[in-house]
Structures are given as structure tokens and as C-alpha cells.
């Protein structure tokens, strides 16, 4: 199984600002995908990062508010931008294959 | 649009006292039914992954089937180390990894 470590993991903001989330996994995959999962709540796909193209959005998410980079195929970024309180999540990165879906231990995030 | 609804939301068990987590669905075509543990402040932890109708699998004491609208999963004598809150989802499966919609989770208690 994949092992996929996150930085930071757990974080306290000011609304307005800006935090970036690292995802790292062991070994090369093509494609990586980043949840929320809002207090008391189960996981909502964000969006679909692959190495070298632009990250597919689901319905709800924006570019704007959380631009995704894909440098190489072991890492991936997730920035969450001009922050509210309702912002405040935890956000995991997964990777697969298909049959099998691993997920990162998460960064909680805290918004004031 | 796929959706997926678990109950019961909560199950307090004695230990040794089997039941069973229900998970149903609704998707224009089964690509994947997946079960989940998460402990709290953790990344989901990945069970079982079925595809179709009367498939069965098996962890110690969880055994996870599978109907054209319903999976279950079966808690055997279970113990207070399994008390967590288990979530399923359907995957749309990609070239590498699946993009899954989650169920609401059924948070498990298991007393001693």
C-alpha cells in the first residue's frame, strides 16, 4: 500500500489568508485527488490532480479559491486562498489504484 | 448523480454482540462500492473494495456483501478496538485511483 504523509497537520488561520497543503507519496502515481471533510461530516472530493495538466474541479470548487500544482508524480500541492471560517476542514490527499483508494492522515485546518 | 446513504448514523454494541452496517446507493452504473474505517483525527483506512452483485470479502471480523442496491457490513463479535466510524463510497474508476462518493459514516461503539 501507498504511504502518503501530509504537511502540516494542523493548522490555525486568519481569515483572508492563504494556506498551502503538501501531499507526498512513496512511489510515482499519475493521478492524485484532495478531499474536504467539514466538521461532523464525510468526505467531498475537490479535485483531480495529474502530473503535467490542469486539475479537473468537481461541481462547487474553483481554481480560484484552491488552486492545485502537480510538479512531479510523487507530490502535490493544495492551496485553500482567502480564507473564511468555513473553510475550516480537514483536507486529505488519496491516491489509488483503481481498486484501492489510500488516504494521507489529513490537515486539519482551523480558520478564525 | 451518484448518491450513498448509511445507517444507522450511530450503533452502540456490546462486545460480542454482532450487527450488520448497511450502506445504499444510487449511481447510473456500479463502478466500485468501497468500505472505509476512520478514527477520529485520522485519514480513512481502506477495508474492502466490491464490484458486483452476491461478491463477499472478509477481515477478521468484518465481512463486507454486496446487493444491486445495498452493501452490508457484518461485525462479528466484535470488540471495543473497533469501535470507529466506517464509511462507504462508490468510485468512479480512473487510469490510476478512483474518484469516490462518500456515504455520511455510521460511528460505531463498541463497549467492553
Known amino acids: 500500500s501507498a504511504v502518503i504523509s501530509q504537511k502540516p497537520s494542523r493548522d490555525i488561520c486568519q481569515r483572508g489568508t492563504s494556506l498551502t497543503i503538501q501531499c507526498q507519496v512513496d512511489s510515482q502515481v499519475t493521478m492524485m485527488f484532495w478531499y474536504r471533510q467539514q466538521p461532523g461530516q464525510s468526505l467531498t472530493l475537490i479535485a483531480t490532480a495529474n502530473q503535467g495538466s490542469e486539475a479537473t474541479y468537481e461541481s462547487g470548487f474553483v481554481i480560484d479559491k484552491f488552486p492545485i500544482s502537480r510538479p512531479n508524480l510523487t507530490f502535490s500541492t493544495l492551496t485553500v486562498s482567502n480564507m473564511s471560517p468555513e473553510d475550516s476542514s480537514i483536507y486529505l490527499c488519496?491516491?489509488?489504484?483503481?481498486?484501492?483508494?489510500?488516504f494521507g492522515p489529513g490537515t486539519r485546518l482551523t480558520v478564525l | 448523480e451518484d448518491q450513498v446513504t448509511q445507517s444507522p448514523e450511530a450503533l452502540r454494541l456490546q462486545e460480542g454482540e454482532s450487527s450488520s452496517l448497511n450502506c445504499s446507493y444510487t449511481?447510473?452504473?456500479?463502478?466500485?462500492l468501497f468500505w472505509y474505517r476512520q478514527d477520529p483525527g485520522k485519514g480513512p483506512e481502506f477495508l474492502f473494495t466490491l464490484y458486483s452483485a452476491g461478491e463477499e470479502k472478509e477481515k477478521e471480523r468484518l465481512k463486507a456483501t454486496l446487493t444491486k442496491k445495498e452493501s452490508f457490513l457484518h461485525i462479528t463479535a466484535p470488540k471495543p478496538e473497533d469501535s470507529a466510524t466506517y464509511l462507504c463510497a462508490v468510485g468512479v474508476q480512473e487510469t490510476s485511483g478512483s474518484r469516490l462518493t462518500f456515504g455520511e459514516g455510521t460511528q460505531l461503539t463498541v463497549n467492553p
Open positions: 449511481v447510473s452504473g456500479l463502478r466500485g
Open positions: 488519496s491516491v489509488g489504484p483503481s481498486d484501492t483508494q489510500y
